[in-house]
T-cell receptor, first 113, second 114 residues
Framework: DVKVTQSSRYLVKRTGEKVFLECVQDMDHENMFWYRQDPGLGLRLIYFSYDVKMKEKGDIPEGYSVSREKKERFSLILESASTNQTSMYLC????????????FGPGTRLTVL | AQKVTQAQTEISVVEKEDVTLDCVYETRDTTYYLFWYKQPPSGELVFLIRRNSFDEQNEISGRYSWNFQKSTSSFNFTITASQVVDSAVYFCALSESNNNDMRFGAGTRLTVKP
C-alpha cells in the first residue's frame, strides 16, 4: 500500500513565524503535490514537484515556497505565517502522469494566531 | 481552463436511502480524466474511481455506481442503500491531458443518519 505521511496532524503557530510542513511518501513516486482545503473552495493546488529539485506553481503559490531535496520528501514552507493561511493542508503523491491517481496524506490542520 | 462544479454543498439522508452526488465539469480538451474521492472524518482522501473521456460506460462497484455523460459534461455518483459509514465529504476532480495538475470541485458533504 502507498503511504503518504505528514509530519503533524495539528499545528498552531503565531503570525510571522516560519512554518515547515513535511510530507513523505514511500512508493518512489515522481510527482508530489501540496493543496490547501477550505470550506466551499475544495482543494486548491499550491505547488507541485515532478522531480527532485523541480517545482511548479499551482493556483495559489503566494506566501508559500517548497523544497524537494529527496524524491520521497516534499516540504511546504510558510516564510512568514499569516492568519489567512489558517487552513487544512494536504499532501499527495502520484506515480506517473495524469492518468494515475493521487494518493493523499492525512492532512495538517494549521492554525495561525 | 478547467472547472469542476459540485452544486450540492451538503446532503442529508436516512440510512438505506439512495443518494446521488452531482458533478459537472468544463474542459476544452478532448482527452481528460475524471475522478471521485471520499474524505472521511479522519481527513485522508480516498480514491474511488477514475474515468477517461473515451469511456462512457457506467460503472458499478457494490453499492456505488457512476454515470458519465459527455453530452451533459456530468459524472454523477450514486450510493444505493446508504449506510452511516458513507458519511463523508466527496470530491469530484478533473485532469486534462496537457496539464500536470488536478482540479477539484468544492466537495459535497454527505451525512447519513441512522
Amino acid at each position: 500500500d502507498v503511504k503518504v505521511t505528514q509530519s503533524s496532524r495539528y499545528l498552531v503557530k503565531r503570525t510571522g513565524e516560519k512554518v515547515f510542513l513535511e510530507c513523505v511518501q514511500d512508493m518512489d513516486h515522481e510527482n508530489m503535490f501540496w493543496y490547501r482545503q477550505d470550506p466551499g473552495l475544495g482543494l486548491r493546488l499550491i505547488y507541485f514537484s515532478y522531480d527532485v529539485k523541480m517545482k511548479e506553481k499551482g493556483d495559489i503559490p503566494e506566501g508559500y515556497s517548497v523544497s524537494r531535496e529527496k524524491k520521497e520528501r516534499f516540504s511546504l514552507i510558510l516564510e512568514s505565517a499569516s492568519t489567512n493561511q489558517t487552513s487544512m493542508y494536504l499532501c499527495a503523491s502520484r506515480p506517473g502522469g495524469i492518468t494515475d491517481t493521487q494518493y493523499f496524506g492525512p492532512g495538517t490542520r494549521l492554525t495561525v494566531l | 481552463a478547467q472547472k469542476v462544479t459540485q452544486a450540492q454543498t451538503e446532503i442529508s439522508v436516512v440510512e438505506k436511502e439512495d443518494v446521488t452526488l452531482d458533478c459537472v465539469y468544463e474542459t476544452r480538451d478532448t482527452t481528460y480524466y475524471l475522478f471521485w474521492y471520499k474524505q472521511p472524518p479522519s481527513g485522508e482522501l480516498v480514491f474511488l474511481i477514475r474515468r477517461n473521456s473515451f469511456d462512457e460506460q457506467n460503472e458499478i462497484s457494490g453499492r456505488y455506481s457512476w454515470n458519465f455523460q459527455k453530452s451533459t459534461s456530468s459524472f454523477n455518483f450514486t450510493i444505493t442503500a446508504s449506510q452511516v459509514v458513507d458519511s463523508a465529504v466527496y470530491f469530484c476532480a478533473l485532469s486534462e491531458s496537457n496539464n500536470n495538475d488536478m482540479r477539484f470541485g468544492a466537495g459535497t458533504r454527505l451525512t447519513v443518519k441512522p
